[in-house]
């Protein structure tokens, strides 16, 4: 079946600390992979997004680029800030006779200044 | 520009109570979407719309029903609610792009349901 798989958390990081949060996935097909972030209190949004292998997406100094060959799609960041806390989603969406999108189980992020 | 609107955003119901969940979005989007957020789990489906008229199961769609009634709207309803059910509901849109491609999801503020 189709699947997300994420890195436990939470992961606590010290301010300017580089940020890697792991991302595999399993799927039949060709899914767009995406970058979904919560603050507390809200909904998810949209934090970058790429549809075809090898493509980076990239926002507010996040980036993630998709990999075919090792089905990956991790997301960085070289220097993070305290209101970069917040929690991760990795997801990917597929045409099954319907757009549907799968949901990795979340990765808990804390800054400390 | 309010996007995916939620209500209510709180609400408590005893066991074998009913309610029903509303959502409404304003971006003209073709699908629509209800999801639940338990700790540890990431996000469920429970169940989509892809357009007006047509509703689909999702990965943990009992106890649930839906109705599409019209493009905007897409309502979540509990007959019989049960402590399991004791989460944080979801509603999100997208709109296609291109006949391969759907816009990523566009979501509410959610629900925070309590069932005791």
């Known amino acids: 079946g189709n699947s997300v798989t994420q890195m436990e958390g939470p992961v606590t990081l010290s301010e300017e600390a580089f940020l890697t949060i792991n991302c595999t996935y399993t799927a039949t097909g060709y899914p767009s992979l995406f970058w979904y972030v919560q603050y507390p209190g809200e909904g998810l949004q949209l934090l970058l997004k790429a549809t075809k292998a090898d493509d980076k997406g990239s926002n507010k100094g996040f980036e993630a680029t998709y990999r075919k060959e090792t089905t990956s799609f991790h997301l960085e960041k070289g220097s993070v800030q305290v209101s970069d806390s917040a929690v991760y989603f990795c997801a990917l969406t597929l045409n099954t006779g319907g757009f549907k999108t799968i949901f990795g189980a979340g990765t808990r992020l804390f800054v400390k200044a | 520009n309010a996007g995916v609107t939620q209500t209510p955003k709180f609400q408590v119901l005893k066991t074998g109570q009913s309610m029903t969940l509303q959502c409404a979005q304003d971006?003209?989007?073709?699908?629509m979407y209800w999801y639940r957020q338990d700790p540890g789990m990431g996000l469920r489906l429970i169940y989509y719309s892809a357009s007006e008229g047509t509703t689909d199961k999702g990965e943990v769609p009992n106890g649930y029903n839906v109705s599409r009634l019209n493009k905007r709207e897409f309502s979540l309803r509990l007959e019989s609610a049960a402590p399991s059910q004791t989460s944080v509901y979801f509603c999100a849109s997208s709109g296609a792009v291109s006949r391969s491609y759907n816009s990523p999801l566009h979501f509410g503020n959610g629900t925070r349901l309590t069932v005791t």
């Open positions: 971006m003209n989007h073709n699908s």
